[in-house]
Nanobody
Framework: QVQLEESGGGLVQAGGSLRLSCIFP????????MGWFRQAPGKEREFVAA????????YYSDSVKGRFTISRDNARETVFLQMNTLKPEDTAVYFC?????????????????WGQGTQVTVSS
């Protein structure tokens, strides 16, 4: 079974930073487009950021643009989400996802593989 595994979540004060990682081993990682989504309590899962297989293209939701940075290390089969200037409204479970095909990066339905999520809590 294909698995992605997120790590790096935790509790941080508003204004702080966290770096999430997601490893996707066992596949040709460099062939996959990767994305990050999040789901806050009582809300639907929403798009956060995405990166193309080569890393040459990145996409962000308006709510995180300028604060979050997505990147990848194909040799380590890992995608990262650097989160700076965190706000309480960033509190959510963060999921990484992968797709082999180039589709609308902001849509959940575009992704074929998902991780279990990692909790990020930002205190005010």
């Amino acid at each position: 079974q294909v698995q992605l595994e997120e790590s790096g979540g935790g509790l941080v004060q508003a204004g702080g930073s966290l770096r999430l990682s997601c490893i996707f081993p066992g596949r040709t990682f460099s062939s996959y487009h990767m994305g990050w989504f999040r789901q806050a309590p009582g809300k639907e899962r929403e798009f956060v950021a995405a990166i193309s297989w080569s890393g040459s293209s990145t996409y962000y939701s308006d709510s995180v643009k300028g604060r979050f940075t997505i990147s990848r290390d194909n040799a380590r089969e890992t995608v990262f989400l650097q989160m700076n200037t965190l706000k309480p409204e960033d509190t959510a479970v963060y999921f990484c996802a992968a797709t082999f095909y180039k589709r609308d990066a902001s849509r959940q339905a575009s992704y074929d593989y998902w991780g279990q999520g990692t909790q990020v809590t930002v205190s005010s």
